[in-house]
């Protein structure tokens, strides 16, 4: 659980109403920052993210030394001093070569941490691609292909994985959207790797853009081309988060979830579907087509014509002489 502190001063309360949670929250910062010992990729890789991430980024180019998993209390002040929940920490070690961590705090403090090893071999940076790029603040599509980030029996890795990466790379939300702003696409594919230890845990990360060209029809045609940079993570180290931790940083404010409406339902596709309740109908008031032969009057001489017809039948039957038929003998 989180320490609750009370405020003792009119001015440490002011900050700790402007820190205090708001029904609809602004959209997360990011802060990347790397360690006392960092490679030139890690470094490389830092300004790439921080690019994608913009403006919504800061990035710190002075080195730091700090051990996330050992004391990560450095983290937590950096995140409240420049009110970022998101940080991304690069270091280089014989141990785990190029590492990137991603941490998600809630209230100052650490809430979860993800450690990614970048493969080396693989990596590109943004600059080795060519063609143009996203312009500053463009929202991207993210996509998760694998069963392994769906299924919660396997790896927890894949799962925490998935939750980091969307929470990093969704930026602020978005009420309208127009089709000319779809212009990135992040892809994060889920593998696994054979070592000597067993299994690892692998993410590839790709960074498309999405351009439309002339096809000949009203409809444009569609086509991505890799802008970079290019990540394989192999996953290391995670810090799960605490249970109470994680449902305090999942509660909404009250009167923000839409109070459901009664008898209306969407399904998967996205549909929306209505149940509509009606008493018992008098079939008789039935509006039926306006047709003379429909009428009810010619209905009711009908039916007395036929009462006629049926009483002169009988009458004959009773009082008249009948004619004897007779039938052949079949042999």
């Not at 109403?17 to 490389?44: C, G, H, I, M, Y």
């Not at 921080?50 to 998993?69: D, E, G, M, Q, V």
């Not at 280089?92 to 991603?102: A, I, V, W, Y």
């Amino acid at each position: 659980m989180l320490r609750e502190v009370k405020p003792k001063s009119a001015r440490t309360a002011r900050i700790f109403a402007k820190r205090a949670p708001l029904p609809n929250e602004n959209p997360k910062t990011a802060l990347f920052l790397k360690s006392t010992t960092s490679s030139s990729l890690v470094n490389s890789l830092l300004t790439d993210l921080h690019s994608l991430k913009r403006p919504l980024a800061i990035r710190f180019t002075k080195k730091n030394p700090i051990h996330p998993f050992e004391d990560p209390s450095s983290l937590e002040f950096f995140s409240q001093k420049n009110d970022a929940s998101l940080l991304c920490f690069g270091s280089h070690s014989k141990k785990r070569p190029h590492c990137l961590t991603f941490v998600r705090c809630f209230g100052g403090k650490i809430l979860d941490m993800m450690e990614g090893i970048v493969q080396e071999g693989t990596a590109r940076t943004l600059s080795q691609f060519g063609g143009t790029k996203c312009r500053v603040g463009t929202k991207p599509m993210l996509s998760f292909s694998g069963t392994q980030f769906e299924d919660s029996a396997g790896s927890s890795k894949f799962t925490l994985a998935k939750s980091m990466f969307t929470d990093f790379f969704r930026g602020g939300e978005a009420t309208e959207m127009d089709v000319e702003g779809l212009q990135m696409m992040i892809s994060f594919a889920a593998g696994e790797e054979d070592e000597e230890e067993g299994k690892k845990e692998v993410v590839y990360m790709r960074c498309w853009k999405i351009v439309t060209k002339r096809s000949g029809q009203r409809l444009p045609r569609v086509e991505v081309e890799e802008m970079g940079p290019r990540i394989d993570f192999k996953l290391g180290r995670v810090r799960e988060a605490d249970e109470s931790m994680m449902k305090e940083a999942l509660k909404r404010a009250k009167g923000t979830d839409a109070r459901p409406k009664k008898n209306i339902e969407t399904d998967i596709v996205g549909d929306k579907m209505g149940r509509i309740h009606l008493g018992r109908q008098d079939l008789d008031e039935l509006q039926t087509r306006k047709m003379k032969g429909l009428k009810r009057s010619r209905d009711v001489a009908a039916e007395a014509e036929d009462e006629k017809s049926d009483g002169d039948e009988g009458s004959d039957d009773d009082g008249g002489e009948g004619v004897d038929i007779k039938r052949p003998r079949l042999e």
